[in-house]
């Protein structure tokens, strides 16, 4: 059985194995569940089915949050990625899926937390789009979330995937790292190469805080699994090249565990700090409370 303990130790021990790390991980949890790994690997494409499903009623232009304070955005980019953009046309659709389903999920839609709901934006805008925009197939992309899944128990196990307890971070800065090792495996990259993708996600949003204005899952959060996507990308390209992180992904997760831990409560999921304590944050926050009075 595996021990969901290290990044570095599991990705190790699919190298031994000259596999991919999601492969080491569906036959182990079809063990740990006591399942045939047939019907563990179709929960997981139910999930992604959810993801695509997610990204499509995300995208309509009346999605709007209980709030109202949300909505719209996903389908303003997704019109803008038409022209290509700045950064090209593949980039800006994965911004707009992730916008999507962040938007959705504001809107009360079903969504897959991964790992987290406020930051279930990022896997669909890296995994989903890889996927729907025929740079894999819909079994590895089904593969991919296993991959992904390893690395979220990991860092659960070792530091924290709640704002409440670790900040945004713990939330985005997780779901970032698992959506950068599931690109590497989807590319074609290595175990060790995913495990150095993981790495430079986490180091890139070490310290993000969590700051909801009015207490809620909207504002600043959304906009923040589009980060995650970008964050993702960039940290998969760095390892595909090569590159490596100086500092081990492990001692980045123990790092991202001491630095939550050492945040004050204003500014983990209080909405006591941050943007949410700005003067538009509070505007905002009472037009809500005073709309629900």
Not at 7 to 35: N, W
Not at 91 to 104: C, K, W
């Amino acid at each position: 059985m595996l021990e969901y303990t290290s990044v570095a130790a599991l990705c190790q021990a699919a190298e031994e194995e000259g596999t991919r790390l999601s492969v080491l991980v569906l036959a182990d949890q079809a063990e740990e569940l006591e399942v045939s790994q047939e019907v563990l690997y179709g929960r997981m494409e139910k999930n992604l089915q959810v993801m695509r499903q997610a990204i499509l009623a995300g995208t309509m232009p009346d999605t709007k949050s209980v709030s109202g304070l949300t909505g719209g955005d996903a389908f303003r980019m997704k019109r803008y990625a038409q022209t290509g953009g700045i950064t090209g046309g593949f980039l800006n659709r994965s911004i707009a899926r992730a916008l999507a389903v962040s938007e959705y999920n504001a809107a009360m839609g079903k969504v897959v937390a991964s790992p987290t709901a406020g930051s279930c934006g990022i896997l669909p805008g890296t995994v989903v789009s890889l996927l729907e925009e025929g740079r894999c197939t819909q079994q590895e992309a089904v593969m991919a979330l296993f991959t992904a899944g390893a690395i979220g128990m990991v860092i659960a196990n070792q530091a924290s995937i709640a704002g409440a307890q670790g900040g945004c971070q713990a939330e985005c800065g997780s779901a970032s790292a698992m959506a950068a090792a599931a690109v590497v495996e989807l590319c074609g990259g290595t175990p060790t190469q995913a495990a150095q993708a993981c790495a430079m996600a986490i180091k890139n949003q070490l310290g993000l805080v969590c700051d909801p204005v009015a207490g809620l899952v909207e504002i600043p959060c959304i906009k923040r699994n589009v980060s995650g996507v970008t964050i993702a990308f960039s940290a998969a390209e760095m390892a595909l090249a090569g590159i490596e992180s100086k500092i081990p992904v492990d001692e980045c997760i123990q790092a991202m565990k001491s630095v939550g831990d050492s945040m004050c409560s204003a500014l983990k999921e209080t909405a006591l700090g941050g943007l949410a304590t700005t003067p538009t944050g509070l505007q905002y926050a009472k037009l809500v409370y005073d709309k629900n009075l």
